[in-house]
């Protein structure tokens, strides 16, 4: 409904009009993206007596994680963008290796 209303905000603003005779686009509508309001979630502990971390690079992987109780464990993403596929492999398997031994459970 917000995007909606947004567009019929916009759509004839002189902005727009002076854009479009310009050949660009139009600034016409509002996308809003991410929540709104922190839900309050139980812990993967309290659901199911486990400890568990996620290796994530992202800040959405990383606050979904946080949400549910898991500890981070941060990989480098524009590092691993440089690497090569086997390395990123090897990198991977060697962070997931160590966060085992302290940790019930692993996600990737």
């Known amino acids: 409904e917000i995007v909606e209303q947004s567009y019929e905000l916009l759509k004839d603003l002189p902005l727009n ?4 005779k310009e050949g660009k686009p139009p600034a016409n509508i509002l996308l809003p993206r991410g929540a709104a309001i922190k839900l309050e979630l139980p ?6 007596g486990i400890n568990g971390v996620a290796i994530a690079a ?3 992987y990383i606050g979904i994680a946080k ?6 464990k941060r990989a480098e993403a524009t590092v691993l963008k440089q690497l090569e596929f086997p390395s990123v492999l090897k990198g991977a398997y060697l962070i997931s290796a160590a966060v085992l031994k302290q940790h019930s459970v692993t996600r990737a």
Request: hydrophobic fraction near 40%.
């Open 67 to 72: 949400a549910i109780g898991l500890r981070i």
């Open 43 to 48: 812990s993967i502990k309290e659901l199911y």
């Open 17 to 20: 009009k002076k854009r479009e």
């Open 58 to 60: 992202g800040a959405l």
